[in-house]
Nanobody
């Protein structure tokens, strides 16, 4: 069974940084497009960032562009989300997800908030931004 496990969440003050990690046991990791979603209490889940199978294409929701960076390491079956200049509105549970489709079929819609039909999901890691 394919699993995604997130880590790296925690409590940071506004303006702080966190690096989220997602590790998978999938042998076919190079066939997967990965996305990060987040969900704040009382709000719908939203797409945050997305990365292509080879890691050469990335996309971001407008609210995080310029502050967040997504990357991947296929050799170590890992995906990362570097989050800088965090704001209180960035708080929530962050989920790693993956789908065996090409970037163009997933990512543009994902970061617009129009796509969440991913094949695999992690259980999430909590990010709290507060002073």
């Amino acid at each position: 069974q394919t699993q995604l496990v997130e880590s790296g969440g925690g409590l940071v003050p506004p303006g702080g940084s966190l690096r989220l990690s997602c590790v998978t046991n999938a042998d076919f990791v190079h066939h997967l497009t990965f996305g990060w979603f987040r969900q704040a209490p009382g709000k719908e889940r939203e797409g945050v960032s997305c990365i292509s199978k080879a890691g050469d294409m990335t996309d971001y929701a407008p609210s995080v562009k310029g502050r967040f960076t997504i990357s991947r390491d296929n050799a170590n079956k890992s995906v990362f989300l570097e989050m800088n200049n965090l704001k209180p509105e960035d708080a929530g549970v962050y989920y790693c997800s993956a789908r065996a489709l090409r970037y163009s079929s997933v990512c543009p819609a994902l970061v617009r908030g129009d796509y969440s039909d991913m094949d695999y999901w992690g259980k999430g890691t909590l990010v709290t931004v507060s002073s």
